[in-house]
């Protein structure tokens, strides 16, 4: 799919966020919001995402529904379909943002069910909600915007599930792409150490991402907003996080002794202090 030359006009147009209650989904609801898009917010939290759709108006969506959905739950997906075709009509933007976090070097966790959500709701949540969308996005030749990560690519310790998680989600939507042939255009995002709840003061220590500049989640979500309406590809934001991923191929074994040496060792040494 080749990148359009204009921007996609979004005023009045359906779009659906899912985790919209917080964090980078809140911001994109904003950044949608103030080009005049109607929107569908879907999180688990409904009294947060009531917050979200009222700012939403206020700053220029023409319409707001909210819907409680857990993402992990293939039957709350269907119906938040559903809901937003039976109030909207049809849908122009899926937006898959929904994701946890759970942080923890692989041979010290004790219950390794404990990391099935990671999966459940970064991958399944996307392919599931992408799975009943897709046969109205292609009535509108709509868009799918997937919030995956430069964890895709990038073996921070400590992140292991979510990780794959995150490379899992990455190779299914580059695949889509494929199959899909320009009937729906794939936006994917790999973001860096971005504001929000699940990139706080204590997550950003125990993994050592503290020495990495964090972007505010306001200019995250514009920028992920302005790629989907150029029908980027790809985004990386914020763009000098690319060089990491350059470092990877050209120098994969400097790489990886690099983010040994930095984060499982800063790890063992937090673990011993018991400060994680």
């Known amino acids: 799919m080749k990148k359009s030359l204009t921007k996609e006009d979004v005023r009045g147009k359906v779009v659906l966020i899912t985790g919209a209650s917080s964090g980078i989904g809140e911001h994109i ?18 009294d947060r995402l009531l917050a979200v759709a009222d700012k939403a108006l206020k700053l220029g969506s023409l319409d707001v529904k909210v819907i409680r959905a857990d993402v992990a739950k293939v039957e709350d997906c269907k119906q938040l379909i559903e809901e937003a075709l039976n109030h909207f009509g049809h849908l122009d933007h899926l937006v898959n943002n929904a994701g946890i976090e759970r942080h923890g070097l692989f041979e010290d966790i004790n219950q390794i069910t404990d990391f099935v959500p990671i999966m459940d709701i970064n991958f399944w949540g996307s ?29 921070t310790p400590g992140l292991n599930i979510y990780n794959a998680s995150k490379a899992a989600q990455v190779s299914f939507f580059e695949t889509l792409r494929t199959e899909f042939g320009g009937s729906i255009g794939v936006t994917i995002v790999l973001p860096g150490v971005i504001e929000s709840e699940m990139a706080n003061s204590v997550m950003l220590a125990q993994s050592g991402l503290g020495v990495l500049p964090v972007e505010s989640t306001g200019r995250c979500a514009k920028a992920i907003v302005n790629s989907a309406c150029r029908g980027d590809m790809f985004l990386t934001e914020p763009s000098w996080v690319g060089v990491g991923f350059l470092q990877k191929v050209l120098c994969p074994e400097l790489f990886e ?18 400060l994680v």
Request: charged share 30%; proline share 3%; glycine share 4%.
């Open 127 to 155: 392919a599931y909600c992408t799975h009943f969308a897709v046969p109205h996005l292609k009535k509108t030749k709509g868009k799918i915007v997937v919030i995956a990560s430069s964890a895709s690519w990038s073996p």
């Open 29 to 46: 609801a904003y950044e949608y919001a103030k080009r005049g898009a109607r929107l569908v917010l879907a999180a688990r939290r409904e």
């Open 257 to 274: 002794w690099t983010y040994h040496q930095h984060f499982v060792k800063r790890m063992r040494k937090l673990m011993k202090e018991k």
